[in-house]
């Protein structure tokens, strides 16, 4: 074997680069060429088609940009006016902040199903009348409470009771909206005079959008920073590429675990103020079928569901998409039926595409 | 077909990977009804050659016939349809489904679809019979069976096809005595029907007592063809299988004992069933080598001392205890493992070089949670070009990286934390030649600045010219303890494979 000489001649060469913490015995040239040919950029520099497929969530915002061209073509009038995005906007905003904490979870290497029976629950628990008594302000860290208390549950269900996600959550969905009914007596709860604070979220403008435009806004930011600029993001893409790394790497997965479920309840809480704000109820219905929503725009943002990979970005793209569709639909006159088959195709296509740009970036 | 012309015939076999090349020109030739072993150390090639010729790896040049025709085994399915069989050394069963399910999964006898259950189970019941285990019932689960049941379940479902040459990858790892005898009984029968098999094992025992020829691979070619399996001396296989002069890659120890402070002491380590009663200490300055076979214990000791396994026992790191079973406390204690299953274990694959080094030190870098990634890329480059990881791209996704430069990332994620103590298991798995040496002088510098190491190897070699210090283990016991200096090769290796210690 040709190679067997690189070694021998490597240790024998009296260099010793005194560089940093260790001093590292250097390889001789052709070991170094070697090393360098089995790795793969020489095929020179990407075209400028290559390059632009590296433009992270490009085809997302083609996809946008497609829907937006559409609706100008089939309603013009309607479409782009300050209202209508407006009302994208505030539609999107619940589901939005859901869809954050979702990521986090997604990315971590969980799922989360509770997500839209939890903001129920903490909806209904904001609204009963004993809660409401003491203003609007308890109101808001009631539903954040709760949200966050249930997150906590599934956390430490799945972290420390070993159950898979997927049941310890399924379970947690069917409970929560259990209870919603149960406090709220299956009747919907409005929000009472003096709390109307709550209602002014939606009311009041700044910049002609809704507050609540500005907390979705704010979450997904935070998320963002979150996810990108704290070990604790790192941490979750870790523990959701590769548990068993993290934890040989002195990550405590278990309890890691429990934080990014926490984090989603927390969201859901969140979510809770801004469905009240937006409907001035509490009630047990709310938020049905919110987890397909924010899983769906979770995975066309292009999160593995396997975790490990997927941003936040990515994630709100993939949601506005899916806004966009129903807005479109809606204005256009078309039943919902078809645009619920519209949405299915939509999940298959965006999967089908990731997974051929997945391909050849590898 | 004479009886004595070749049933299978390699010729010429290479396998290049990204980084090494796995084999490079191996002959192989097995005749009808005989039981052909295949030696080598880890890394010879053994894992690969078999791989080749079930029909899950491409052979890059080299020709295989089969009974005198020339094959192509570009599949499980096309080796399967010429009648090669593998068992491989982690069965591979389905543990939901029954006996029968499992000895026909994939070509179930089935009418217009439906599955002919009844007629699968009678099949099974005399594939079992013909083994010699009519006890085992074909609706159990294979799930509920035994690991010696599940080998004989593998064996039924290799002879549920038209088999003329069986593969067994150290069939006898999970068996005991008894049931080995068992496995050779049934080998035996197989070869009297003219079938043939390729028997790999570690254990020259068992080769000698089962074995017709054997073919010694190292370092990816063939050294030896067609000895007689009962009379080559040990020493002459030995040599064979190590007669590489590796000696001059390691660099130079140390002079005289370690006199360091002790780092790690291990006070009658046990995890029942695996290992028992192992006591041993680690000075900082000092590389300790774990000397023994797969299946030995030795990969279970260094999880048990990192706590990523329940032990009885004492582990403790400079004068502190370590909990068992949390691998947080054992981090936070000053220790660092590079584990064996490098990509399954160490690394996040899709992630940066950058990313994987800072894993274990986010701490460092974080201010009330917040991430200082300017410092942490310096710090990911400086290491980077110290350790000489190519290419040095700090940014590029590791799984890019080969596997001498993802095993040099995972020791820079240990190396920018300063830790006190190092495991190191197989860290040179799947490494070649050529990058071997520097990782052998990175380990070597990091003893000299103070780092104990406990090292892990299948490579007799590498632990004693690395290790100051040589701890020999069989089957869960350490036998022997002895300076590296002291100890060579053939004598450790005849302490592991044939237990007769001194």
Not at chain 2, 17 to 27: M, N, S
Not at chain 2, 69 to 98: F, H, K
Not at chain 2, 470 to 482: K, M, N, S, W
Request: contains cysteine; proline residues 4%.
């Amino acid at each position: 074997m040709e190679s067997a000489k690189g070694p021998v001649e490597a240790a024998e060469s009296p260099a010793a680069n005194a560089k940093g913490p260790v001093e590292v015995v250097k390889p001789s040239a052709d070991e170094r060429g070697r090393g360098e040919a089995s790795g793969h950029r020489s095929a020179g520099r990407p075209g400028w088609p290559a390059r632009l497929g590296e433009v992270p969530h490009l085809g997302l915002v083609a996809a946008l940009a497609l829907l937006a061209v559409v609706g100008l073509v089939t309603v013009p009038d309607s479409f782009a006016t300050g209202s209508n995005l407006v009302s994208i906007l505030a539609l999107a905003a619940t589901i939005g902040v859901i869809t954050v904490g979702a990521t986090f979870v997604i990315i971590g290497g969980g799922i989360d199903l509770s997500v839209g029976a939890v903001m129920a629950l903490a909806s209904v628990w904001a609204t009963t009348l004993a809660t409401q008594s003491y203003g609007p302000l308890v109101m808001i860290v009631c539903a954040v409470l709760v949200g966050a208390g249930a997150g906590l549950v599934n956390g430490w269900l799945i972290a420390y009771g070993r159950l898979v996600p997927f049941i310890a959550t399924l379970a947690m969905l069917v409970a929560a909206r259990g209870l919603a009914q149960r406090m709220s007596d299956r009747k919907t709860q409005l929000v009472q005079q003096g709390n109307e604070m709550i209602v002014e979220l939606s009311t009041t403008r700044l910049l002609g959008l809704p507050l609540l435009v500005y907390v979705f806004a704010l979450v997904v930011v935070a998320g963002w920073v979150v996810l990108n600029r704290t070990t604790f993001g790192r941490r979750t893409y870790a523990v959701g590429g590769n548990p068993e790394a993290a934890r040989l790497a002195g990550i405590d997965v278990r309890r890691h675990t429990v934080w990014l479920y926490a984090l989603s309840g927390l969201c859901c809480g969140i979510a809770a103020v801004l469905i009240m704000a937006r409907t001035t109820t509490g009630s047990s219905t709310h938020g049905d079928l919110y987890e397909l929503d924010a899983i769906a725009a979770v995975i066309i943002g292009g999160t593995l569901l396997t975790g490990g990979r997927g941003s936040i970005v990515g994630s709100i793209l993939g949601l506005l998409i899916f806004t966009v569709i129903t807005n479109l639909f809606i204005l256009n006159g078309l039943n919902t039926s078809d645009q619920l088959i519209a949405k299915g195709l939509i999940i298959v296509v965006a999967v089908l595409l990731q997974r051929r740009s997945l391909r050849s970036s590898t | 077909m004479s009886e004595n012309s070749p049933l299978l015939l390699m010729k010429g076999i290479v396998k290049q990977f990204p980084g090494v090349r796995a084999l490079d020109g191996v002959d192989l030739e097995v005749l009808p009804g005989e039981v052909h072993c295949l030696l080598g150390q880890n890394g010879a090639g053994k894992s690969t050659l078999i791989k080749t010729l079930a029909g899950a790896h491409q052979p890059d040049e080299g020709t295989i016939t089969l009974g005198g025709e020339p094959v192509r085994l570009s599949s499980p399915i096309a080796a399967i349809r010429l009648g090669i069989s593998t068992i491989y050394q982690e069965l591979d069963l389905v543990e939901g489904l029954s006996v029968a399910e499992n000895v026909f999964l994939g070509h179930e006898p089935a009418r217009l679809g439906f599955v002919g259950q009844g007629e699968a189970n009678r099949a099974t019941r005399a594939l079992l019979a013909r083994l010699g285990h009519g006890e085992i019932r074909p609706t159990t689960q294979v799930g509920r069976l035994s690991p010696a049941a599940r080998q004989v379940v593998s064996m039924a479902r290799a002879l549920s096809h038209d088999t003329r040459l069986i593969i067994m990858d150290e069939p006898s790892a999970a068996l005991a005595h008894d049931e080995v005898d068992n496995l050779f009984r049934i080998i035996r029968e197989l070869t009297a029907q003219g079938v043939a098999v390729v028997y790999i094992s570690h254990r020259l025992e068992e080769i000698r007592q089962i074995g017709d020829r054997v073919t010694v691979l190292k370092d990816g070619r063939t050294v030896a063809v067609g000895l007689p399996a009962k009379d080559t001396p040990t020493r002459q296989i030995v040599s064979l299988m190590t007669g590489r002069n590796v000696e001059h890659v390691f660099p130079p120890r140390r002079d005289g004992p370690a006199t360091g402070e002790e780092v790690l002491r291990v006070e009658g380590l046990t995890v029942p069933g695996v290992f028992a009663d192992v006591s041993f200490a680690v000075r900082a300055g000092e590389i300790v080598g774990l000397a023994g076979l797969v299946g030995s214990g030795r990969s279970e000791i260094i999880e048990a001392v990192y706590g990523a396994r329940r032990f009885s026992g004492r582990v403790v790191v400079e004068g502190r205890p370590v909990r068992r079973g949390g691998t947080t406390g054992a981090v936070r204690l000053g220790m660092g493992l590079a584990p064996e299953e490098r990509k399954a274990q160490a690394l996040l694959l899709d992630q940066s070089v950058t990313r994987n080094i800072s894993l274990a030190s986010l701490g460092r870098y974080s201010r009330f949670g917040w991430l200082d990634r300017r410092r942490e890329a310096e710090d990911a480059r400086a290491l980077v070009e110290t350790l000489d990881i190519r290419p040095p791209d700090p940014d590029r996704p590791v799984k890019t990286l080969s596997g001498g430069n993802q095993q040099k990332a995972v020791l820079a994620r240990w190396l920018l934390n300063g830790r006190k103590l190092l495991l190191l298991d197989e860290p040179t798995r799947g490494v070649d030649v050529g990058a071997r040496a520097e990782l052998y002088a990175v380990i070597r510098e990091l003893a000299e600045k103070g780092v104990g190491v406990l090292l892990v190897s299948s490579e007799v070699p590498e632990v004693l010219g690395l290790a100051d210090r040589v701890l020999v283990i069989r089957e869960g016991t350490i036998i022997h303890q002895a300076d590296a200096g002291d100890l060579d090769e053939h004598r450790v290796l005849d302490m592991i494979m044939e237990g007769s210690a001194l």
